[in-house]
Structure formats: C-alpha cells, structure tokens
C-alpha cells in the first residue's frame, strides 16, 4: 500500500477492535494500536535517542485531516523516547521498521488528552496518524567543546531507573571492542567517570557512559579522534584513523556525592584531591585525564555564599592553581587560545601574578600575537627582573616582531618599486615640443 495523498478528508477504514491492530503500549492499556499497511526492511528498529525522519497524515475518527508533514512536503524529524512528541508516537515509531507504512490509533491519553491542541482537535480526541518511516541514525553523546567527531549510541538493552553516573563516579562495566567485525578487546573493567584512560579505555567512555542507566547495553560508535587516533593499535590489528565500535553493558554504577550535598569543608577537601589528581595525570603525559581533573576542581570551587572568611581565601588560593594548571596543561596541548582563556582567568583573581602572565605570553606567543605577548613578558620582568625565562621570550618577541617589520618592509617596497616600473612604463614620453607626443610621432619613434 502506497501513502494517502493530500486531501482533507480520509475515510477510517477499520474499527478499534480489529484482530489485526496491535497494542504498542509498554503497559499493554490499548493506548496505541498499531495497523501495517506496508512491510518495512530488516529487523532493526529505532531506539531511545535515535533522530527518527518521517512522514505522516493526522486525521481525527470522522476521517477529518488536522496536519500532515506529505501535504507540506517535508518530513519530519524528531528524537525518539525523549518526549519531543506524543506518547503514542514514542510507543508506536519504536516499533516500526525502515519503509515501514502503518497506522497508529492513540486514545487521548496518548495523544492531546483533555485539552485538546488549538482548534482543528477537540478534547478527548482519538487520533489516527498514517506513518513511514523513512531512516534514523544512532543518537549522538559527542561532547560539544571537542572537535574530534563523533560518538554515536545505540540502546540494545534498556537498562533500570532514571539515574545516570555523575562525574567521579564508579563504574563497572562489561566491554566488547571490534574493529571491521573481529573482536579486538573483551573484559570487565571497573574505571572513574572522568578518568577513563587511566583504566586503559578509550576517551569516548568518559562521555558515552555518562549517559547510561544501570544494566543497559549500548552499542558505542567512536570516530578515530575519541579512539586510537593518527597512531591507531597495530597490536590489536587497528589502523590509524579507524572508526571502532564497543558494546558496553554498565553492570554496576555508584555515583559520586553531589556538589550540592557536599559542605564547604568537603568541597575543600575534594578540590585538593582532584588538584594532586590532576598533577599526577599532568606528569604522567595524560593531558586530558588532567585537564578533567582541574575542570572538576573549578566546579567545587565555584561562588558559594558558604565560602567566607578562610574558606573564602582557601578557595581562591586553589581557584588560582587550578587556573594556573589547566593554562599550563592547554599550553602542553598546543590548544592556545584555552590557555589563554584560563590564564585570564587566573589575572582576574590576581592580577601581578606571575605564573599567569608568563603562561598567557606563551599563549599568545603560539597564537603569534608577539606584541600581545611581549607586554605580558614585561610585566613579569617589572615584578622579577631576573626572570631569566622571561627575558629569553622578551628577546624571542622583540626580535620575531623586527624581522616581521622587515618582511613587511621589504614586500611593501617590492609592491611600490612594481607599481613606480608600471607607472614609468605607462607614463607619455614628451617630445621637443614639451607636449605629449602625436599619434604620428609616436609610430616614426617605434620605426627609428
């Protein structure tokens, strides 16, 4: 069966307790029911989180049409489970196949309920929508700040309550890696949200975990830039720049206490931690896992009326580290404008400091604002004139923005020395008389 066609009258050519609708519903309530008029392919389906594309007809019982996405011609897209539409769309999509075609009956529980929507359907309406499902893709957990591509997931298995791990929780978690369909990596692994390197996972974890719920089962699809990168894994068979893929079940999860619920004295306490974290990861070469680490250390720092008095100073005492390490950190990542950002951010507590100023003229020394970066240099040398770091980038500054000078110097007098060539070239020769010569002097010279 082919889809209904623009009209605003379609008749209803079943009746709800027909043998051949099926009930979609997770409680078995009748709320959807479900009538295939075409078969779909495969036996995949979407999932919680899948961006689902479709097309559908609303009509009411009498056959009326209240909205149709075939009568726009654009489909519509929308993300399944989470809400964005329905509740009887959300039962009944999740159960269709690709190019499937089929109807779905929702009583007004699972559609508008009491209060109906605008004028076109009334209060305690039933509706019908004739749906296909055109394709869906993987819901993605890539986190924004990072250009590195994409983690996608994959729900298999739904797992049990609402909670999801927090940052510094403890997970256990059942792993299966493949690369092109051979299993490259199978164990149980028990590692910190936040600090998934240091248990030997990949990057992606720390973001692909945290959207999980306890026994669930998800298919994990990471882009080479949250895997084994540029390197790959000869020793596991994976080649630089591989997608791979993970199926990971979160067996067990305990999560971390709560900034909120913590006291100030506790907030104190964990920032110490995470900044020896932090420092430990740093020397060891994990970027990243540091960077983690001192990004937490800001969020238990963060303003709080209950930081007064030596809390207050203690807080800004490890606010100040903690800016200074992650400037340090991004510097060692070559991520110039995060090391600035963050050595800023340190100035703003504490304006002469000197770890912060150098660290912002490194900054901008990597981003080649030399000018920028010799005024930072001096400001070091104003407050330790020996410094001899900072003496050696002055000099490094001085001379780079010289030679710059020089080149600009050089390419504009090369520019004016083309132009004077082309403007003599172009210039009218005068002949004896003083004037312009005459279109018959001008040939008599070209034959002389």
């Not at 903690?322 to 600035?340: P, V």
Request: proline content about 4%.
């Amino acid at each position: 069966m082919e889809p209904q066609e623009q009209s605003e009258q379609l008749p209803v050519d079943f009746k709800l307790d027909d043998a051949d609708l099926i009930d979609v519903t997770e409680q078995k309530d009748r709320g959807c029911l479900k009538k295939i008029l075409r078969e779909g392919t495969g036996s995949d389906t979407p999932f919680t989180g899948s961006k689902v594309t479709v097309h559908y007809v609303g009509r009411l019982l009498d056959g009326s049409v209240f909205d149709s996405s075939r009568r726009r011609n654009e489909p519509f897209v929308f993300e399944l489970g989470r809400r964005k539409v329905i509740k009887g769309w959300d039962a009944g999509v999740a159960t269709m196949k690709k190019g499937e075609l089929c109807e779905l009956v929702c009583t007004p529980e699972y559609a508008y309920g009491k209060q109906g929507s605008g004028a076109k359907i009334p209060p305690d309406s039933t509706l019908v929508f004739q749906v296909e499902l055109i394709s869906w893709e993987d819901e993605d957990v890539s986190p924004i700040s990072f250009k590195k591509g994409r983690i996608m997931r994959r729900i298999r298995k739904e797992g049990t309550g609402y909670s999801t791990p927090n940052d510094g929780a403890k997970c256990h978690v059942k792993i299966v890696g493949q690369y092109e369909g051979k299993t490259f990596d199978e164990r149980e692994v028990e590692f910190i949200l936040g600090e998934c390197e240091e248990s030997g996972l990949i990057s992606a974890f720390d973001h692909f975990v945290k959207k999980m719920k306890e026994g669930e089962t998800s298919l994990m699809t990471a882009d080479a830039g949250h895997a084994f990168g540029k390197e790959g894994k000869p020793e596991w068979g994976i080649p630089p720049d591989a997608q791979i893929t993970y199926e990971v079940t979160l067996k067990k999860l305990e999560k971390a206490k709560e900034v909120w619920a913590m006291s100030v004295e506790e907030k104190i306490e964990q920032a110490e931690k995470h900044k020896e974290k932090g420092t430990a990861f740093f020397n060891k070469g994990s970027f990243v896992t540091a960077i983690k680490s001192y990004e937490r250390m800001k969020t238990l720092l963060a303003t709080d009326p209950e930081f007064k008095d030596e809390y207050e100073e203690q807080r800004k005492k490890l606010m100040i580290i903690c800016h200074l390490n992650l400037a340090m950190t991004h510097l060692k990542k070559n991520d110039f404008s995060a090391a600035r950002k963050a050595a800023d951010e340190a100035l703003a507590l504490d304006p002469k400091n000197v770890k912060a100023l150098y660290r912002r003229g490194m900054a901008q020394v990597g981003s080649k604002d030399l000018e920028g970066a010799k005024d930072d240099f001096k400001k070091v040398l104003e407050t330790e004139p020996d410094n001899k770091a900072a003496k050696q980038q002055l000099a490094v500054c001085i001379k780079g923005l010289k030679d710059y000078a020089e080149k600009q110097k050089k390419t504009f007098q090369g520019m004016f020395d083309k132009f004077a060539a082309q403007d003599q070239k172009m210039a009218p020769v005068e002949s004896a008389s003083g004037q312009a010569p005459s279109s018959n002097e001008k040939k008599e010279e070209a034959t002389a």
